[in-house]
């Protein structure tokens, strides 16, 4: 079997929502017709009647682009290298953290994901889900919710996501660019309009939607709605993962923050000013997101890549 000795570089997976937007800058280039899937994972009609709402870094049909492994989807490689590419703590055969950036010109729905218990009892095969946003871009009066207002019960909100109200009884944030947010099962949440993000999170995309504000889906109709279970599971005592400590240390090729951790992933941001070796963790997956900048990759066994983004 191949050894993995080089970084893998992956295809990225672009997905059309009815609350994305059709430019992609300055991270990405506008994809080709047949790399663009809608909500329903079809083919989208055209490129140009498309909104993409998100591109999936680490999904498992990514394509690697790449080294001895070229032409398997992430899937296949983490089924058959598991702990080698995965980290030897992760036992299950799909890769740990699905990462992707999100483009918002709309507010999306209302959502709570659940934890890993009631995943693994009421959606067999599935793992729960804890995310993490890293604000890329946020434009002046963005905004975002994230939990429900001192003093607001399952029974408020309930009535509020019956009437398309729910804005009015959870706590809406301006977010700033580098600011970062965790966001623990439980704990509702949408996003607004304007927004690039950078999100890192259990492989899983089990979410529970709570209200959708009267919007139709792509096909014209109301998108369903996950009342009852997501009610099972919202936890209405949950603080806001606001304001996280910012742990920041001069590196001799630049910086390093420290921006969340949790027991599923941490995040790291990374300011590189000069060149710099980097020594993976036999423990653990890791994955390397290139947010502003240019440069090039180098290895050992000889592989060189440039970097998929240029700003």
């Not at 604000?135 to 029974?155: D, H, I, N, S």
């Not at 996003?191 to 209200?211: H, K, V, W």
């Not at 951790?261 to 590189?272: D, G, P, T």
């Amino acid at each position: 079997m191949p050894k993995l000795d080089t970084p893998l570089k992956l295809s990225p997976i672009y997905k059309q929502k009815i609350w994305g937007r059709d430019d992609l800058a300055p991270l990405f280039e506008w994809p080709e017709l047949e790399k663009v899937a809608d909500d329903r994972g079809v083919s989208a009609r055209s490129a140009e009647e498309s909104l993409i709402g998100e591109v999936w870094i680490t999904d498992e049909s990514s394509k690697i682009l790449n080294g001895a492994v070229a032409g398997l989807t992430l899937g296949e490689v983490s089924r058959k290298y598991r702990s080698e590419l995965n980290g030897v703590n992760w036992k299950d055969r799909r890769f740990p953290i699905l990462s992707k950036y999100i483009f918002t010109s709309d507010w999306l729905s209302l959502q709570v994901n659940p934890a890993d218990r009631y995943a693994r009892k009421h959606e067999p095969g599935n793992l729960g889900k804890c995310e993490m946003w890293y604000v890329v871009r946020a434009a002046r009066g963005a905004r975002l919710l994230l939990g429900a207002k001192p003093g607001v019960t399952k029974e408020k909100l309930r009535a509020a996501f019956e009437r398309g109200k729910s804005r009015e009884i959870l706590q809406s944030i301006r977010p700033r660019a580098g600011e970062a947010f965790l966001v623990q099962p439980g704990t509702v949440h949408a996003l607004g309009p304007q927004l690039i993000l950078f999100e890192a999170e259990q492989n899983s995309d089990l979410t529970y939607r709570l209200d959708d504000f009267g919007r139709l889906g792509l096909d014209g109709k109301p998108r369903p709605l996950h009342v009852a279970k997501g009610l099972e599971v919202v936890r209405v005592d949950g603080r806001r993962e606001r304001r996280l400590p910012k742990f920041a240390f001069s590196e001799p090729y630049g910086s390093r923050r420290y921006v969340v951790a949790c027991r599923h992933f941490a995040v790291e941001e990374i300011m590189l000013r000069k060149r710099v070796t980097f020594h993976g963790s036999p423990p653990r997956g890791e994955i390397l997101a290139v947010l502003e900048g240019g440069g090039r990759g180098e290895t050992s066994a000889g592989w060189r890549g440039r970097s998929l983004i240029h700003i």
